[in-house]
């Protein structure tokens, strides 16, 4: 059956292109070449023409190339999901581990399939920096002396708010359009 259809195609395509358009001389190459690529070949046991493997090669490559640009669009949901939950730990309760925990998190790298991802990495790693300035001052206000606290205590809350808001910043840029830093 199908060496009847690949017959009939190879008939028909000769007429279509090779018809009057072209000289006797000239119909050989062509129909040479539609033999070739209509060809039936064996490939362990399957009946394949050269066409098909041709499209079957284009479909697998086009899985792949599908498998990873998801498994990339994965890897940066679950990047961003536990930089923001680290950072909220971070917000509830300010320690040294999650302080440690907020750090690493906020070395993700991000692909580009991300709008703001330049910007989304270099605002979360101000983010731990500003973190490690508050755990600073933290400690620096539980070891002060009555007379130092009030100030270190004023000096805490400006980094608080300064860590917020580039959070906040952070959060703006993962719904912003393109290139909006």
């Not at 292109?17 to 072209?22: K, R, S, W």
């Not at 070739?36 to 070949?41: D, F, G, I, K, R």
């Amino acid at each position: 059956m199908m060496r009847r259809w690949a017959e009939w195609l190879l008939a028909f395509l000769d007429d279509v292109i090779a018809g009057d358009l072209l000289e006797e001389s000239s119909r050989r190459p062509v129909r040479w070449l539609w033999r070739e690529l209509l060809m039936s070949v064996w490939i362990r046991g399957v009946h394949m023409t050269v066409m098909m493997k041709a499209i079957a090669a284009f479909m697998i490559v086009l899985g792949f190339g599908a498998v990873f640009v998801v498994r990339m669009g994965r890897h940066d949901a679950h990047a961003l999901a536990d930089f923001t939950a680290s950072y909220d730990a971070f917000d509830r309760r300010t320690s040294d581990d999650a302080f440690n925990d907020l750090r690493v998190k906020s070395a993700m790298q991000i692909s580009s399939l991300q709008t703001n991802d330049g910007a989304m990495m270099r605002v979360a790693r101000e983010v731990s920096a500003i973190a490690a300035e508050e755990v600073a001052a933290v400690r620096a206000y539980r070891a002060a002396t009555p007379d130092v606290a009030p100030t270190l205590a004023s000096r805490l809350s400006d980094i608080r708010q300064q860590r917020h808001a580039a959070f906040a910043h952070f959060q703006r840029l993962r719904t912003a359009p393109p290139n909006s830093d």
